[in-house]
């Protein structure tokens, strides 16, 4: 199929070279992340060199976190990897902070042995936000 051009590989080439599944690359490939550079008489999808490096950027910005629709409008030059990175360290970020009150809810509960509506309440608290704790302080004070 590729003897004409030995420059090109087939799918299953790319992706015993890559350490893919082919199911993947199809994927990325129909989504229009890794384009085929061209197709063989039968149809089939055929890439070259450079759709091998642009096969482990995929995989490095995938393996970072971001999905494949940031993948493609970094590719296509619609945005740069620097804007989708910055979105996605604040959105990492967020995480944390939610992992971070998840955590000292569930350890305090589990040192005090606390009851359901205790951790419900404890839950609530740790996730108000400082102008939220600061109105209901306020409001205590008032009355």
């Known amino acids: 199929m590729d003897d ?8 299953g080439r790319l992706a015993h ?12 490939s129909d989504e229009g992340a890794v384009p085929p550079v061209a197709r063989s008489a039968g ?3 055929l890439y070259d060199a450079e759709s091998v490096a642009r096969v482990e950027l995929v995989r490095t910005l995938r393996e970072l976190g971001l999905g ?11 945005t740069t990897v620097a804007e989708v990175a910055d ?3 604040a959105a990492l ?6 992992l971070k009150v998840s955590r ?13 509506e205790e951790t419900a309440l404890m839950n609530r608290l740790a996730r108000l936000s ?3 704790r600061k109105q209901i302080i306020d409001e205590f004070k008032e009355e």
């Open 4 to 11: 004409e051009r030995p420059d090109v590989l087939t799918i």
């Open 17 to 28: 070279r890559t350490g893919l599944s082919v199911r993947t690359l199809r994927f990325w």
């Open 43 to 45: 149809g089939y999808r």
């Open 68 to 78: 494949l629709d940031d993948v493609c409008r970094i590719l296509s030059g619609r």
């Open 87 to 89: 979105a996605h360290v």
């Open 93 to 98: 970020d967020a995480q944390i902070r939610s």
């Open 104 to 116: 000292a809810v569930l350890s305090t509960v589990a040192k005090r042995d606390s009851t359901v």
């Open 130 to 132: 400082a102008a939220e």
